[in-house]
């Protein structure tokens, strides 16, 4: 049988295949891959340029009912969300405080000074009677005087004597009538002191405080039995549906909005923005530490809801809401998304997206808000930008879409 023969290759064709190897080697250890990227397009949409803080709700007209008298304020048996009529629903009532308890040292100091005081009464009427007869004696001598007076047998300066002698003697005892008085006075007020407390129920002479405004409770501030000092507050009053939100921005950005400024009411709970409109700047700044320590300066604005009642019924006094002062809107603005502009050499640019690769591109940039930036220069509607260029990507690098993005 014969034997085959197996040829092997030449020299030169293994000698061309391991530079081939070499060059195929090369050629994928320098080849740079395409980096992935997400991207958005151009767009032309309206774009709102706002101011965004948080704020709170609050009733228009609260009313705080307060304690008139020092006093002991009965159980209060109205609840936060009760309804109250204007003149008619009695709201809370009050009793006068009883006396307190006198210590040992205190009674023992006032027991004498009745003591003294009972010792005045004692004068008083003691001088009373020497007065009377004083006044008796000046009346008497005075008739005589002028008896004989009449028949010429007195002077005249004797006569004025006698009878300025009864009038000081009659006013005399009109004085010392008015000190016993007094002293009887000063003695009753010193025996008062000396009442203690009754324990009693003083429920029939209580005085009831009757709702100033029609509306509901909002807050009851002291709903238990206690003794309260004239004007501590007992609980707060309003009507739930006539609310307005007040915000705090910084005093730079307040002299940026005006009264009657477009506001959208944000993250209230409900499935839409509300709409509002700037009622007032207050002039009045006030200092505010920050979140970071930070002090910072001031201004409330109260915001007046727009939409009617019935958008907004589980809204209530101090919820909290992010209120949207408009600055400035526009129709059909090109923009794009803050997050594909970049400063190169201090001016702003994009990377657009043409044939895989990533295109350099300068523009001019209008109104910004927290998302979007209009573009004035540069872009045309339906460019597709890079967002979040990173460090890689240069003009020319290769790119592509990373898998998974809609290029939205």
């Known amino acids: 049988m014969a034997k085959k023969h197996f040829s092997r290759p030449g020299p030169r064709i293994l000698i061309g295949s391991i530079i081939l190897l070499i060059l195929v080697a090369i050629y994928f250890s320098v080849r740079t891959p395409p980096i992935d990227v997400d991207t958005a397009e151009v767009v032309e949409a309206p774009l709102l340029v706002t101011i965004d803080d948080e704020g709170e709700t609050r009733v228009r007209d609260m009313f705080v009912v307060a304690a008139p008298i020092n006093g002991r304020l009965l159980r209060v048996d109205l609840e936060a969300g009760d309804h109250v009529v204007a003149g008619k629903t009695v709201v809370a009532s009050m009793v006068s405080a009883e006396p307190d308890f006198q210590n040992p040292r205190s009674e023992a100091e006032i027991r004498a000074h009745i003591r003294a005081l009972q010792a005045n009464v004692r004068s008083s009427a003691a001088r009373i009677s020497q007065a009377k007869a004083d006044r008796q004696l000046a009346a008497a001598n005075f008739e005589r005087t002028d008896a004989i007076f009449k028949r010429g047998f007195a002077t005249k300066t004797a006569h004025d004597a006698a009878r300025a002698a009864r009038d000081s003697s009659a006013a005399q005892v009109a004085e010392v009538l008015q000190a016993y008085e007094t002293a009887q006075f000063d003695l009753k007020a010193a025996q008062a002191s000396l009442t203690g407390p009754s324990f009693g129920s003083s429920r029939g002479n209580a005085l009831h405080i009757t709702s100033p405004e029609s509306g509901s409770v909002l807050r009851v501030t002291q709903e238990s039995e206690t003794l309260l000092t004239a004007g501590t507050a007992i609980m707060e009053l309003g009507n739930p549906s006539d609310i307005e939100i007040v915000t705090d921005l910084l005093s730079s950005d307040a002299v940026k909005v005006k009264p009657g400024s477009d506001v959208l009411i944000d993250n209230w709970g409900g499935e839409r923005p509300l709409k509002g409109k700037v009622q007032r700047i207050e002039p009045f700044g006030f200092t505010k530490i920050s979140a970071l320590g930070v002090e910072e300066q001031r201004v409330n604005v109260i915001i007046d809801f727009v939409d009617p009642q019935i958008a907004r019924t ?51 940039v209008g109104r910004m808000n927290d998302e979007r930036a209009q573009i004035l220069e540069g872009l045309e509607p339906g460019n597709s930008v890079i967002l979040h260029p990173s460090e890689k990507i240069e003009d020319g690098t290769r790119i592509r879409l990373r898998k998974g993005a809609n290029g939205g």
Do not use: C, E, T
């Open 314 to 364: 589980r809204l209530g006094h101090g919820y909290r809401v992010i209120a949207r002062l408009v600055k400035w809107s526009g129709d059909n603005v090109l923009q794009v998304p803050i997050s594909a502009l970049f400063r190169d050499a201090g001016i702003w640019s994009v990377f657009v997206m043409r044939n895989g690769k990533a295109g350099l591109v300068r523009v001019k």
